[in-house]
């Protein structure tokens, strides 16, 4: 089956700083990459995605990377905020939508 | 438009008791799955429901059952209850089972087996 490992698994910023987060999969029939923000006590919720034909997607301040030959992709954030303090998750997904988590990362942006 | 709504928030249970979680979809949504997320892990995939039918399991033992109901409600029930099942529970509603977009999470249900 599918194993996505998501590093590193804590990263702290200064406000105004970049994050990224980086995500590396096994399973060559994945096709679909989304990211997704865990705030504390509430689920996940997308944040942005990618599907496999394509490289780079971006969202704002937000940007995801693709590269199919290495199986890997990142999130980039800009101009980090406080409120983006929270839990990330990268995941892969097959096309029946069986969705592979990684392990997660907490950003603590500092004000 | 109603969001993924799952119920209850919280739930303490003992050892080899059985559970049922409850979720409802997010309207025009047919596709449920259900994910268990362990403290300080991400969500693992249990199973998948469309129109009724399992769709799709991940590695968890038979005690995990589920089912749909004609409204695309869902039930997660849990047999025999060990300690690590305690968990956060998701839930996650989608208009079909490959869609690529409007895959939407619930809050979860928090539980917790003593």
């Known amino acids: 089956g599918e194993n996505v490992e998501q590093h590193p698994s804590t990263l702290s910023v200064q406000e105004g700083d970049s994050a990224v987060i980086k995500c590396t999969y096994s399973?060559?029939?994945?096709?679909?990459f989304p990211w997704y923000k865990q705030e504390l006590g509430k689920g996940p919720q997308l944040i942005i995605d990618?599907?496999?034909?394509?490289g780079e997607k971006k969202d704002q301040r937000i940007a995801v990377t693709l590269n199919k030959t290495a199986k890997h992709f990142s999130l980039h954030i800009t101009e980090t905020q406080p409120e983006d303090s929270a839990v990330y998750f990268c995941?892969?997904?097959?096309?029946?939508?069986?969705?592979?988590f990684g392990s997660g990362t907490k950003l603590n942006v500092k004000p | 438009e109603t969001g993924v709504t799952q119920s209850p928030t919280h739930l303490i249970k003992t050892r080899g008791q059985q559970v049922t979680l409850r979720c409802s979809s997010q309207?025009?949504?047919?596709?449920v799955s259900w994910y268990q997320q362990a403290l300080g892990q991400g969500p693992q995939f249990i199973f998948q429901?469309?129109?009724?039918?399992?769709?799709g399991r991940g590695n968890f033992p038979p005690r995990f059952s589920g089912l749909q109901f004609p409204n695309y409600s869902s039930e997660l029930n849990v047999n025999a209850l060990e300690l690590d099942d305690s968990a956060l529970y998701l839930c996650?509603?989608?208009?079909?089972?490959?869609?690529?977009?409007?895959?939407?999470f619930g809050s979860g249900t928090r539980l917790t087996v003593v």
């Open positions: 429901y469309y129109r009724e039918e399992e769709n």
């Open positions: 990618i599907r496999s034909n394509v």
């Open positions: 996650a509603s989608s208009s079909e089972p490959g869609a690529n977009y409007g895959y939407t």
């Open positions: 309207s025009g949504h047919n596709t």
């Open positions: 399973d060559s029939a994945s096709n679909y």
């Open positions: 995941a892969a997904s097959s096309p029946l939508r069986k969705f592979y």
